[in-house]
């Protein structure tokens, strides 16, 4: 995301050079620019600027944000980094030539298990993770979600557990969802 000093805003997506260069590119003479690079930094963004269109992502009190909030730290700190390491164990790894690590594999199975026990409980009395209203807590899970239970496989660490499942049928069956692999099927 890019934000002038004129008050213009564009989103931006980096892979290939360092922050220090991509900054030193952007610099110009008269407009100053502002990066935002982490993927839940950018939806938080587009949730605020579009909260009143479409659904509230992210809460309509200051306790629901709280809550949205903790949810997404859960997501980034305990569900995301296994999951995001069994991608690269089974998909990216076998794709280069590197070979997988069967007990980190495990490892990460076992980490991603005991956090969606903790969901399981948590949906047992929730509709969502937050509240029984859909929000950004979800959303920000469905991406990588998809590779478990399609690409990977593993669709069992969902299914074996009544809620989450539940939840996770829901979430994925939005339409806004099924636009996006209409426009963006996965390439793995």
Known sequence: MLTSS???TCLLSISSCSLLEFFLLLRMETTYYMLCAESRAIIRYYAEKY?????ELLGKTIEERGLIEQWLDVEAHNF???LYDLVVQLLFNPKTG?????????????????TLDVYEERLSVSKYLASDTFSLADLSHIPISNYLVTTLKKDYLIRDR????????DISSRPSWKKVLELHPPVL
């Open 6 to 8: 004129k008050g213009s």
């Open 80 to 82: 995301q980094p296994p």
């Open 51 to 55: 909260r009143s269109q479409g659904s």
């Open 98 to 114: 590197v070979a997988s690590d069967p007990k980190r594999i495990q490892e990460d199975e076992e980490k991603l298990a005991k």
């Open 162 to 169: 009544k809620n989450v499942s539940r939840w996770w049928d």
